[in-house]
């Protein structure tokens, strides 16, 4: 099949990913084409954990489908331009909602995280985060607070962020951030 990639080029879209994995799925098994991606178009991927939200007057800190699919629409109208001459980033996003995307786990009641980005964080991610999608996927947590009292925390770069705002629930605000922090990530 012909793909439209350039073969003398591992990775002809410049997204980080080599066209192969794109095309035929990852070493370790991760079927990336079933998820979404295309060698021929900048693709990001995201995964999205969240805890509870006992402190507050909602269930929890998973996100909206509009903030999904907003934050996804923000990077579809980014002005890139790609190897198939379309615009745009391809920005999925799995919040546990949909096959095959079936990531996005509720972490628990424990709504604080202590050290930002540090062994807690990491904790969750290495509990959570399908060791196939490391490396491959951005991992952000959303929960009430983190210790230093900042609204979102990312690498720049990196693949880590979390989004920390209190009680604000499905919010253009919140939304913005979770953008914000993959931001700091690229």
Request: proline share 4%; glycine share 14%; aromatic share 6%.
């Amino acid at each position: 099949t012909n793909t439209g990639t350039d073969p003398n080029v591992a990775d002809s879209d410049g997204d980080g990913m080599d066209d192969g994995a794109e095309v035929l799925g990852t070493v370790e098994g991760l079927g990336l084409a079933g998820l979404g991606a295309n060698p021929n178009r900048r693709t990001i991927f995201l995964e999205i954990d969240y805890t509870t939200a006992p402190r507050c007057d909602f269930e929890d800190y998973q996100p909206a489908t509009w903030e999904v699919e907003t934050s996804e629409d923000m990077f579809a109208w980014a002005p890139v331009s790609n190897r198939d001459g379309s615009l745009g980033i391809d920005l999925i996003i799995d919040d546990g909602r949909a096959a095959p995307l079936l990531g996005g786990n509720l972490l628990g009641s424990d709504d604080t995280l202590n050290d930002g980005l540090e062994s807690e964080f990491l904790g969750y991610k290495a509990s959570n985060l399908d060791p196939n999608r490391v490396g491959v996927f951005h991992y952000a947590i959303i929960t009430h607070s983190q210790e230093n009292g900042a609204g979102g925390l990312g690498e720049a770069p990196g693949d880590d962020f979390n989004v920390t705002q209190g009680c604000v629930d499905a919010s253009v605000a919140r939304m913005a951030t979770i953008v914000h922090e993959l931001g700091h990530n690229l």
